[in-house]
């Protein structure tokens, strides 16, 4: 008899802990995605780690876990390569080349902006390849040397409308241009996404002079841009060694016209100042001036906040120039932004981080396409006759 007092017992005392437990587990369910969204990627396998950071999430969590896995360069601002989008232009004739752009794009949001409406089968693939692809009709009649420049600057602006503020920098070039993402993620950390920044070091530049030091090219180390107040350039200013350009670096938090045209220092291989006195962009025809699309840029999410679709496509269908490139320059010099130089490309072309390739190289290919064409007025290269 007490055997069998002692066996039920047990056995109340068993269903008890079982009740007990079931509560506890309960408890934990219900409270867990309350303060964590989902279970701490710290105690997942590392395949289910990637699945969790590849998911776009602001949250201070999310980039204290990705720093914990080494996955984010410290910084003032740091951020994961999933706080980054791309932006690019392109139309029907690029297809199979922004196709081959998702290698370097793998794991960002992607917005193409192209010249057709994406058939079924687009919008299936782009699915699958984390893009979205938008429409934007060329320019007829066109207004620069090529149809597809308005779409071309608006890409940005394009893409901000489908992605909202869910993202801090955008990376925004041609769509053969290829950005590193670990190299983006090293020259952002230090900038405040919030604050309006268009960054680049490769800008075209002329100041319609016939000298070697005026005449159009990029990356020209006269253009008007500003370093970054947090870039302590102390030691190439002492350097030796350093190239340093003929005027100034003015530091901009951010870069804005009027800051450009305060000091209005202009290079000493100039004979007359940067800007008139109305500080309007310098453009063609006398100057010409803006960034390389093919060597891209970085625009925060402060500037796209800046800068809405009802001031940029305004802007953009009013502009007359070369390209898409200084429509956008334009526009955005007349919301109230200009460039601004990370730092060290500033004093030494070698460290520059945008880089399209070199100007010798386009001028190959300017030769070789002008003996194709038969245009050719000049001696040398240009008149090496061609087996077509």
């Given at each position: 008899m007490q055997r069998h007092r002692l066996n039920k017992s047990n056995k109340q005392r068993s269903a008890t802990l079982v009740v007990i437990a079931l509560i506890a587990i309960c408890l934990i369910l219900a409270v867990r995605p309350v303060v964590h969204g989902r279970t701490p990627a710290l105690l997942r396998p590392a395949k289910q780690k990637a699945k969790l950071l590849a998911r776009p999430d602001d949250s201070q969590l999310a980039r204290e876990r990705a720093m914990q896995l080494g996955l984010v360069p410290t910084g003032k601002y740091p951020i994961t390569k999933y706080d980054l989008v791309s932006a690019m232009p392109s139309d029907q004739t690029h297809l199979p080349v922004v196709k081959?752009?998702?290698?370097?794009?793998?794991?960002?949001?992607?917005?193409?902006?192209?010249n057709s409406q994406p058939t079924a089968a687009i919008q299936a693939e782009a699915a699958q390849n984390n893009e979205t692809w938008v429409y934007y009709p060329d320019d007829v009649p066109a207004r620069s040397f090529y149809k597809g420049d308005s779409r071309a600057a608006l890409a940005p602006f394009l893409a901000h409308k489908e992605l909202g503020d869910t993202y801090k920098w955008m990376l925004y070039g041609d769509d053969d241009t290829q950005f590193f993402l670990d190299g983006a993620l090293r020259l952002a950390k230090d900038f405040d996404p919030d604050l309006p920044w268009f960054i680049t070091d490769n800008v075209w530049w002329s100041t319609g002079e016939h000298t070697p030091h005026?005449?159009?090219?990029?990356?020209?180390?006269?253009?008007?841009?500003?370093?970054?107040?947090?870039?302590?350039?102390?030691?190439?200013?002492?350097?030796?060694?350093?190239?340093?350009?003929?005027?100034?670096?003015?530091?901009?938090?951010?870069?804005?016209?009027?800051?450009?045209?305060?000091?209005?220092?202009?290079?000493?291989?100039?004979?007359?100042?940067?800007?008139?006195?109305?500080?309007?962009?310098?453009?063609?025809?006398?100057?010409?001036?803006?960034?390389?699309?093919?060597?891209?840029?970085?625009?925060?999410?402060?500037?796209?906040?800046?800068?809405?679709?009802?001031?940029?496509?305004?802007?953009?269908?009013?502009?007359?120039?070369?390209?898409?490139?200084?429509?956008?320059?334009?526009?955005?010099?007349?919301?109230?932004?200009?460039?601004?130089?990370?730092?060290?490309?500033?004093?030494?072309?070698q460290m520059r981080s945008f880089d399209a390739g070199s100007e010798d190289r386009m001028g190959l290919v300017d030769f070789v396409m002008r003996a194709i064409e038969g245009t050719c007025h000049d001696r040398g290269l240009c008149n090496v006759s061609l087996n077509k």
């Open positions: 081959g752009s998702r290698s370097w794009r793998k794991g960002i949001r992607t917005v193409i902006a192209t005026s005449w159009r090219h990029h990356p020209h180390p006269d253009a008007p841009r500003c370093i970054p107040c947090h870039y302590d350039d102390s030691a190439f200013v002492a350097s030796a060694k350093a190239t340093i350009p003929s005027y100034k670096a003015i530091k901009g938090c951010p870069c804005t016209p009027e800051l450009l045209c305060a000091h209005n220092n202009h290079s000493l291989h100039m004979s007359e100042d940067w800007f008139n006195k109305y500080c309007d962009m310098p453009r063609l025809p006398h100057h010409m001036y803006s960034m390389h699309g093919g060597a891209g840029a970085l625009m925060s999410i402060g500037l796209m906040r800046k800068v809405g679709w009802d001031v940029a496509e305004p802007c953009v269908l009013k502009t007359f120039s070369t390209g898409g490139d200084t429509f956008l320059q334009i526009c955005l010099w007349e919301a109230g932004h200009a460039i601004t130089s990370p730092g060290a490309g500033f004093y030494d072309w």
